[in-house]
């Protein structure tokens, strides 16, 4: 993955937000993932960065089983709700089964899968905060796609205690794995759940 430095050249720029910034190219993501630099907000800091990602479990799908994308912001002068300078919002969509989405349990595991993720890379925060929002569409008449569809988005920010961002995008795409139904890592998918096996 390429994460260049801010776009701007202006020498302005805070050291502490470009070492973040440049934190987050040292992270490989998992083969199933896909990661780039997309454009970022610009109103909600005063600088910011993002990445958008993909994951494809089988890889001559087209359809990713997962989207999200991971916002950096920065505030040198700190936010009184962040209790910090430097904040990474996330957002996560993934197709799930039927028999997930009327699962009362599915919020709490999901929601478990980002805090564990944090703790098992070493992700150090403050002041998490998200929501977890099960939604199910049936599509009518003459709009293309399966009749029924299952999602499952989530919606969280915390704050990191250091500059180095490493582990907190390694913790992110985790999360983004764990929700597209993805082994864990080193496992092979032998035969997807919706595919017939011989």
């Known amino acids: 993955m390429t994460s260049p430095q801010p776009k701007s050249s202006d020498a302005a720029v805070p ?9 987050l190219s040292s992270v490989t993501a998992r083969p199933e ?4 630099p997309i454009r970022a907000p610009q109103r909600l800091a005063p600088y910011s960065y993002a990445l958008g990602a993909e994951v494809f479990i089988d890889p001559d799908s087209d359809v990713a089983e997962a989207t999200g994308r991971l ?5 040198p002068d700190g936010h009184e709700a962040w209790d910090g300078t430097l904040r990474l ?3 996560l969509s993934a197709s ?17 899968w980002l805090t564990e993720a944090l703790e098992q890379a070493g ?20 709009l293309s796609g399966p009749a029924a569809t299952n999602d499952l988005e989530m919606r969280a920010s915390w704050t990191a205690q250091t500059t ?31 595919q017939p096996t011989a």
């Open 15 to 23: 050291e502490e937000f470009r070492e973040a910034v440049a934190s």
């Open 33 to 36: 993932v896909t990661l780039e």
């Open 71 to 75: 916002v950096l912001l920065h505030d």
């Open 89 to 91: 919002v996330s957002y």
């Open 96 to 112: 799930i089964e039927p028999e997930m989405a009327t699962d009362p349990a599915l919020s709490d595991a999901a929601w478990s």
């Open 123 to 142: 992700a150090h925060y403050a002041a998490l905060g998200g929501t977890v929002t099960k939604t199910s569409s049936q599509r009518y008449g003459d």
């Open 164 to 194: 180095d961002l490493s582990g907190h995008l390694a913790a992110w795409v985790d999360l983004l794995a764990s929700a597209a139904g993805a082994p864990p890592p080193g496992v092979s998918l032998i035969a997807r759940r919706d």
